[in-house]
């Protein structure tokens, strides 16, 4: 049986086939999952239909600003009507004005700042909320975040800010749903080249820097973004498929942010509310992938071709 079989998500941020949004929603329903989809603005419109028609020409593909609170109650609406319930929902939205990603961060203005975060965190707030009462059976809300959230990326600026700020709401929506079975967990997975991303000044720079310095001397491709966007397993056997990004979570509670920190392909960080990861603590060999793990927290950290998956 397929594992999102008979499951229902709402994806949020797909703009063309190179978003990340794409990829996680290619493969959920590859999975089985019924998929929705949403769009902003006129010049993204064609792009979503001519996607999301490839799921049958009955796929609801609807408009919504996530800064509008009316569309988002309209989005929602929509979806009770034609599905009465929710499992799944891709947040991959994210903004700011093009002149706050170039120069220094001391002058993103009042209204940069303002925009970036209402956009790209607030945002996740607001649809999380929305879409809880209709997970009645429990869910599986994930956000995409960046590793300029973290550490300083030159000319991500309000971005990274905002996404820190997105992070720490993925903390407290997690506290909050979690008693509910909703999961709320966000993926940060290095350089890609989105729509999106290429408004930051120096990305292609960047792009070209992370390929040099990883292990496998490539990005991460959107196949292995799309399997790290599938609800993890509890049934032993049935893991994270391989590739450039691995991780595994034991068992599913709380916030962990899948991050491939640092330009190396390879290298996943399970980063969560708990202490830091301790690198003393004894190893032992997994039966079923053969990596060497221990366990913290209730999480599990592996070596994968002599990479240690750990805490930066």
């Known amino acids: ?30 999975e089985g999952a019924k998929l929705a989809f949403t769009y902003q603005g006129d010049r993204v419109k064609e792009n979503v239909e001519e996607l999301a028609g490839a799921f049958g020409a009955d796929t609801m593909i609807l408009p919504c600003d996530v800064t509008r609170d ?14 009465g319930k929710l499992h799944l929902l891709l947040h991959s939205v994210a903004f700011a004005p093009k002149a706050a990603l ?8 009042r209204e940069a700042y303002r925009i970036a ?39 991500y600026n309000v971005m990274g800010v905002a996404k820190a700020s997105l992070e720490a709401s993925t903390r407290y929506l997690a506290y909050d749903l979690g008693p509910k079975k909703i999961r709320v967990n966000c ?27 990883a292990p496998l001397k490539r990005n ?58 301790s690198r003393s603590a004894p190893w032992f060999r997994h039966p079923a992938n053969g990596g060497l793990c221990f366990a913290h927290g209730g999480f599990l950290v592996c070596r994968f071709s002599n990479i240690a998956l750990s805490s930066p």
């Open 70 to 83: 009316e569309d988002i109650d309209q989005i929602f609406k929509a979806v009770t009507e034609k599905f």
């Open 117 to 155: 975060h209402d956009v790209s965190a607030y945002s996740l707030v607001a649809l999380s909320r929305a879409a809880a009462p209709l997970m009645t059976d429990g869910g599986s809300i994930v956000a995409m975040s960046y590793y300029g959230a973290e550490k300083v990326v030159p000319h």
């Open 102 to 109: 170039e120069g220094e961060f001391v002058n993103t203005s």
């Open 1 to 30: 049986m397929s594992l999102l079989a008979g499951k229902i998500g709402i994806v949020f941020g797909v703009a063309n086939k190179r978003s990340i949004a794409w990829a996680i929603a290619q493969a959920w329903a590859a």
């Open 220 to 277: 991460v491709t959107p196949e292995e973004l799309g399997a790290t966007g599938l609800p993890r397993q509890r049934r032993r056997g049935r893991h994270h498929r391989p590739g450039a990004l691995r991780g595994r979570r034991l068992p599913d509670h709380g916030h962990v942010v899948a991050r491939a920190s640092r330009p190396r392909v390879g290298l996943v960080v399970l980063r969560s509310a708990v202490p830091s990861l």
């Open 187 to 213: 993926i940060s997975a290095g350089p890609v080249n989105t729509l999106a991303a290429r408004g930051i000044s120096g990305f292609n720079e960047m792009l070209k820097h992370y390929e040099a310095h």
